[in-house]
T-cell receptor, first 113, second 113 residues
Framework: DAGVIQSPRHEVTEMGQEVTLRCKPI?????LFWYRQTMMRGLELLIY????????DSGMPEDRFSAKMPNASFSTLKIQPSEPRDSAVYFC???????????FGPGTRLTVL | TQLLEQSPQFLSIQEGENLTVYCNSS?????LQWYRQEPGEGPVLLVT?????EVKKLKRLTFQFGDARKDSSLHITAAQPGDTGLYLC?????????????FGQGTILTVHP
């Protein structure tokens, strides 16, 4: 198994630019999650999907953040416009059953200058 | 909002010592998971416990879910430098929050040779 794949691994951009993070979940997993991790706030759930449908986006910080899952094998998290406070590591995770454990990707380290 | 409090926040010990990490909440969880995260990587699932009072062992690691399903502990026997990392507990509430994991703030464990 390839595991959860995220790209890019590192992203450095300037304030005001659009940023798109990508995720390929494990094949056959019905749930996909986007998290953000910082030293101050720890690991925060941003949004999650079940069978490509967004179920809970209450963790999305602002309208600048949006996420899509056009099919079972691909999801994007977009930030437009980006701000320095968005700097963090963003993780994508997938699971077969939500209560049985999630499999995380390696993360994207985002730095907004 | 369901919260999980982990203690201690930091733990620095010598190789061969035993340790326990605690995860507590005032809320009931339908399941609880433990993850370990190493620098530059995503969290890796160690175990899922679902039954109150359940005890699971994974080599030198012992996980326990409280009878009331509000707390959990992770005990490591004879710690090794390879155990160093960030340990996270996470719970699922069930019901309308099914699928949503709440993470504790983590315990940073350092095992010195």
């Amino acid at each position: 198994d390839a595991g959860v794949i995220q790209s890019p691994r590192h992203e450095v951009t300037e304030m005001g630019q659009e940023v798109t993070l990508r995720c390929k979940p494990i094949s056959g997993h019905d749930y996909l999650f986007w998290y953000r991790q910082t030293m101050m706030r720890g690991l925060e759930l941003l949004i999650y999907f079940n069978n490509n449908v967004p179920i809970d986006d209450s963790g999305m910080p602002e309208d600048r953040f949006s996420a899509k899952m056009p099919n079972a094998s691909f999801s994007t998290l977009k930030i437009q416009p980006s701000e320095p406070r968005d700097s963090a590591v963003y993780f994508c995770a997938s699971s077969l059953l939500a209560s049985r454990g999630q499999f995380f990707g390696p993360g994207t380290r985002l730095t907004v200058l | 909002t369901q919260l999980l409090e982990q203690s201690p926040q930091f733990l620095s010990i010598q190789e061969g010592e035993n340790l326990t990490v605690y995860c507590n909440s005032s809320s009931v969880f339908s399941s609880l998971q433990w993850y370990r995260q190493e620098p530059g990587e995503g969290p890796v699932l160690l175990v899922t416990v679902v039954t109150g009072g359940e005890v699971k062992k994974l080599k030198r690691l012992t996980f326990q879910f409280g009878d009331a399903r509000k707390d959990s502990s992770l005990h490591i026997t004879a710690a090794q430098p390879g155990d160093t990392g960030l340990y996270l507990c996470a719970g699922t509430a069930g019901g309308t929050s099914y699928g949503k994991l709440t993470f504790g703030q983590g315990t940073i464990l350092t095992v010195h040779p």
